[in-house]
């Protein structure tokens, strides 16, 4: 059975159309990663937990922010790893100043057995969907597509 995470793409709307809400991962694997490294707020569905309320825990739990409103579901992505990925859109908007991420812990450098604590992300991002296909990692550009297919826009 492949993992299983769920997410939320937040989005606005804006003067050029929409922006998009990315989360950059912290850490030092990531700290020169840019283009290709940032992703929606997600993470793993507990045993038995609704989608919608994993991926509302899982936003808040990365940002600090609480969402409200009622997620619309976007659908479900397979990740390059077989991880799936269940999305959902909400419109609505954040101030990055508010975003305060949780920490957890990684091994590194790894095999190392040395354990240290990380953000779980280190910034947070407004992006156009064109600046955000390109920032987002490869297996969830599906989803910034299909907001724009269910917004009926196209990415420039």
Known sequence: MPKRSAGVLLYRRS???VDVFLVHPGGPFWARKDDGAWSIPKGEIGEGEDPK???KREFAEETGVALTGELTPLG???QPSGKLV???VLEGDIEL???QSNDCKIEWPPKSGRMIDIPEIDR???FTPQEALEKITKGQRPIIEALLSKLKLSPE
Do not use: E, I, L, P
Request: include cysteine; hydrophobic fraction near 60%; glycine fraction near 12%.
């Open 53 to 55: 309320n994993a991926a």
């Open 124 to 126: 947070a991002g407004w």
């Open 86 to 88: 269940a999305a959902f």
């Open 76 to 78: 479900v992505f397979k």
């Open 15 to 17: 003067a050029h159309g």
């Open 97 to 99: 100043s508010c975003v």
